[in-house]
């Protein structure tokens, strides 16, 4: 009897963990493409979603910004963010860009992108402007672009200056209304 108590907790306790083993991957599954459903699909005339990206946009070259476009923005979009960013460790973010307020009219930024939104701190050099990828040490290094879709503008409570995308990241929770997702990866 005692056994077979034993063996029924064993078989409970077994299927509990693969239930919580499956939501949590479906959970981290569904981060890596896109945070909020949507049909919001960003993509750039200068490179492909899980494809390389190109030297012109590094500091191995001219280290322009470059151009990225979207459709199928979410009903109710009233302004776009853009992050660019590259994660050296889970601790160590490296972000690249930051533009919000873009108009919801606006549907693409252009290489060297300037006068379209406004942009928020990077943390290579603390302007508030592109800084190109300097990819350090051997191997490919990803760098991530998400594309916000959103209800209204973020409110800040710091100065443009000081808009990091933890800060962008904060304000625009609960106005996000769809995100796109781009990966490249660059090696020197």
């Not at 890596?32 to 993509?43: C, G």
């Not at 625009?172 to 990966?183: A, D, E, P, V």
């Amino acid at each position: 009897m005692a056994i077979n108590r034993f063996f029924s907790a064993f078989i409970l306790f077994v299927c509990l963990l693969i239930v919580s083993c499956q939501k949590e991957t479906s959970s981290t599954s569904s981060t890596t493409t896109s945070t909020v459903n949507s049909n919001l699909v960003a993509s750039s005339s200068a490179f492909v979603n899980n494809g390389k990206f190109p030297k012109k946009y590094t500091c191995d070259s001219l280290g322009v910004s470059p151009p990225l476009s979207w459709t199928g923005a979410p009903s109710g979009t009233n302004s776009y963010a853009i992050t660019m960013h590259h994660m050296a460790s889970a601790s160590d973010k490296h972000v690249y860009m930051l533009i919000y307020n873009i108009p919801s009219t606006v549907t693409s930024i252009s290489e060297s992108v300037s006068g379209v939104g406004l942009f928020g701190m990077n943390t290579v050099n603390s302007n508030t402007s592109y800084s190109p990828p300097c990819s350090q040490g051997p191997g490919d290094k990803a760098y991530i672009f998400t594309v916000y879709a959103l209800s209204s503008a973020p409110v800040f409570t710091v100065p443009q200056s000081q808009v990091t995308m933890d800060i962008l990241l904060s304000a625009i929770s609960s106005k996000t209304l769809g995100t796109s997702i781009i990966n490249v990866t660059y090696s020197r």
